[in-house]
Nanobody, 114 residues
């Protein structure tokens, strides 16, 4: 069973930065690959970034070089540092395991003003 609480979303100007945080409750967190996903209105949910238990990261092409995913296995948290945010980054952001086998939290809304 997975419980997540995402936070840190809000309104950001294009070109600005935002840090999203996710508090995770799941068995064997340190063994899980974790991911940040997003869903924009009218679009399917997509994987933005993922991180293995050892810290290896992968990013969607659209965010590569701008976003950084990290995790703290002791605190069972996952972060997403968003830099040089673009209008097309506006979405509800979710964190979950990768693959997302145990469902979703409420997400956190990111709104970008241009």
């Amino acid at each position: 069973q997975l419980q997540v609480v995402e936070s840190g979303g809000g309104l950001v100007q294009a070109g600005g930065s935002l840090t999203l945080s996710c508090a995770v409750s799941v068995i064997d967190f340190r063994l899980k690959v974790m991911g940040w996903y997003r869903q924009a209105p009218g679009k399917e949910r997509e994987l933005v970034a993922r991180i293995t238990n050892s810290g290896t990261t992968q990013y969607a092409e659209a965010v590569k070089g701008r976003f950084t995913i990290s995790r703290d296995n002791a605190k069972t948290t996952v972060q997403l540092q968003m830099n040089n945010v673009k209008p097309e980054d506006a979405a509800v952001y979710y964190c979950s395991t990768f693959p997302a086998l145990w469902g979703w939290g409420q997400g956190t809304q990111v709104t970008v003003s241009s």
